[in-house]
């Protein structure tokens, strides 16, 4: 039996009430959220959260961790110069589908690429829930919205194989149809040490359709363990991400057993290489001073 | 099952007090969640059913505190809310903006059979006969409370029509 934590997921709940549509998926994954930090035992000024604009990009204002609700499309890159600015911060990242895949979908191979210690998850729904329901990349091909009458003719973009083609470390998904595996799973994330992706199928009740609901998720949702998948085989993780827009499967995808350094591990060892070659600060000054003297570089 | 890191069949007399204040303690903190959300979406009829339930599940989670106290008194607690998941907390898609009052207390009932269904799924798995002995009360309470909720669904006026505003845009954006 677990000892009592040392922070209860009560402690990451801030006091600013969700404003989020009644029965809107974003309410399970930020429950979620809170259990998940709990189990991990940071203190909330420990961690930061930052997200883009959207609906699902509201959450880290409910959380007592610091919070950006920043810019559309930029939570990638605004999380990767805060977690290089202070590798001890657990940094974790949210936002939507339109917020992560599209207008941000250019900033997510080279993040992952990096390979920086984050955690990134997204809420993906299918459609714009912010703007009041226009396609999203990864809306399926005939989807219908107030925006697209007679159906999109676009071809969904698959999230599970992107991030995984890109190399992410980590690559997992959920839904708040099944608390305790995205609990679970935002857990595991968080603790990989390294660039982690989690896709939560997080049901838009307002625009969404009947078939992307909570109760239809439960009916046809399957664990991959349940079907003896092995995370750490990567090409059968490929193959298990093409299911994705036809089946629901939920757990780790991809976990890489022999995960290689983070881009702050290696900064951190390339300022310590370069630092103790590097001259000391007040003789940097001097040679400035002397090299400047009479306003010309005296070597150039 | 909705539980995690927690193995039944060792679970103590003290650890199952425990976790059923929790249950309580999770359901009343969840009809305070879904009462703020039909106040700020207009819904008044189901926010005064779901305040009344908050006031239903504190005296629950009292009376099992108390218990708790007088058996086991400040000894520390070994579960934690991270091991239970909406056992009888009303889950999040049971509501919706302009549900009408009978749709709120479905949403209550809903919540009381899972609850009743944790501990019938739970007790086969249990070994010690006292923590048996709670757990089958617990169950029957349910029964109770199930009771209860039906027999007010039956005094309501037969109209199911949806409430409030039921314009379909999420607010506050
Ligand atoms: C630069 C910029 N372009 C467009 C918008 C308008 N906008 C706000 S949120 C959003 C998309 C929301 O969809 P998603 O990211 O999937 O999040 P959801 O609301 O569904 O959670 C758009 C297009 C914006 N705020 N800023
Ligand atoms: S519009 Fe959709 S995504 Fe946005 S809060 Fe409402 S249900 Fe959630």
Same mark, same amino acid.
Request: proline content about 7%.
């Given at each position: ?7 209860? $997921? ?15 998926g974003d ?10 930090l ?19 990009? /509201? ?53 992952? !690429? ?6 990134y998850?997204?809420m ?8 009041? +329901?226009q ?7 005939? /989807? ?14 698959? $999230? ?33 040490? +390294? ?11 307002t ?20 079907? +003896?998948?092995? $995370? ?18 939920t +757990? ?27 001259? $000391? ?9 002397? !090299? ?8 150039s | ?22 249950? #309580?303690? #999770? ?8 009462a703020?959300?039909?106040?700020? &979406? ?12 908050? %006031?239903?599940?504190? &005296? &629950? ?11 086991? %008194? ?6 934690? @809310? ?13 509501? @919706? ?37 709670l ?7 349910e ?8 027999? #007010? ?9 949806? #409430?409030g505003d ?8």
């Amino acid at each position: 039996m677990a000892v009592e934590q040392a922070y209860a $997921p009560k402690d990451f709940k801030s006091d600013l009430k969700p404003i989020w549509c009644p029965g809107c998926g974003d309410y399970g994954v930020v429950q979620a959220i809170y259990r998940a930090l709990s189990a991990i035992g940071r203190p909330p000024h420990e961690i930061a959260f930052v997200s883009g604009i959207g609906c699902s990009s /509201r959450i880290p204002g409910y959380t007592t961790a610091y919070g950006f609700n920043s810019v559309h499309g930029r939570a990638l890159p605004i999380a990767q110069g805060l977690k290089l600015a202070n590798p001890d911060l657990l940094v974790l990242v949210a936002g939507g589908d339109g917020d992560g895949f599209s207008i941000g979908g250019g900033h997510l191979p080279h993040a992952i !690429r990096r390979n920086l210690d984050l955690t990134y998850i997204v809420m993906d729904n299918q459609v714009y829930g912010l703007t009041k +329901g226009q396609l999203s990349p990864t809306s399926v091909r005939g /989807r219908k919205t107030a925006t697209s009458a007679y159906g999109s003719l676009e071809q969904p973009i698959n $999230p599970l194989l992107q991030v995984l083609s890109y190399g992410a470390g980590f690559v997992a998904q959920g839904t708040p149809a099944d608390m305790v595996g995205l609990t679970a799973l935002i857990e595991e994330a968080i603790r990989y040490p +390294g660039f982690a992706f989690v896709n939560v199928q997080s049901p838009c009740v307002t625009y969404g359709e009947e078939h992307q609901q909570m109760r239809a998720q439960k009916a046809v949702m399957k664990s991959l363990a349940s079907v +003896g998948h092995d $995370p750490a085989d990567y090409l059968k993780a490929l193959e298990w991400a093409t299911h994705y827009t036809h089946d629901l499967h939920t +757990g780790v995808f991809y976990r890489n057993p022999d995960p290689p350094p983070t881009y702050e591990q290696l900064v951190r060892e390339r300022q310590a290489e370069l630092g103790r070659n590097a001259l $000391p600060r007040e003789r940097i000054l001097e040679l400035f001073v002397q !090299r400047t003297e009479g306003g010309v570089l005296a070597d150039s | 099952m909705p539980i995690r890191d927690l193995d039944l069949k060792t679970l103590s007399l003290q650890d199952a007090l425990d976790l059923a204040t929790l249950i #309580e303690e #999770e359901a009343r903190d969840r009809y305070e969640e879904l009462a703020e959300q039909m106040a700020v &979406h207009h819904t008044p009829g189901a926010e005064q059913f779901f305040r009344k339930m908050i %006031g239903v599940e504190q &005296h &629950h989670h009292e009376e099992l505190a108390r218990r708790r106290r007088l058996l086991f %008194g400040g000894a520390p607690v070994r579960v934690s @809310r991270t091991m239970i998941f909406d056992v009888e907390a009303p889950d999040y898609d049971q509501v @919706r903006q302009g549900m009408s009052v009978r749709e709120a207390f479905d949403a209550a009932l809903h919540a009381e059979t899972k609850a009743y269904n944790f501990f019938v799924q739970a007790l086969p798995q249990i070994a010690d006969p006292d923590v048996r002995e709670l757990f089958e009360e617990l169950r029957d309470e349910e029964v109770e409370h199930q009771r209860w909720v039906q027999d #007010e669904i039956d005094r309501l006026p037969p109209s199911t029509a949806p #409430e409030g505003d039921v314009s379909d845009e999420p607010v506050g954006h």
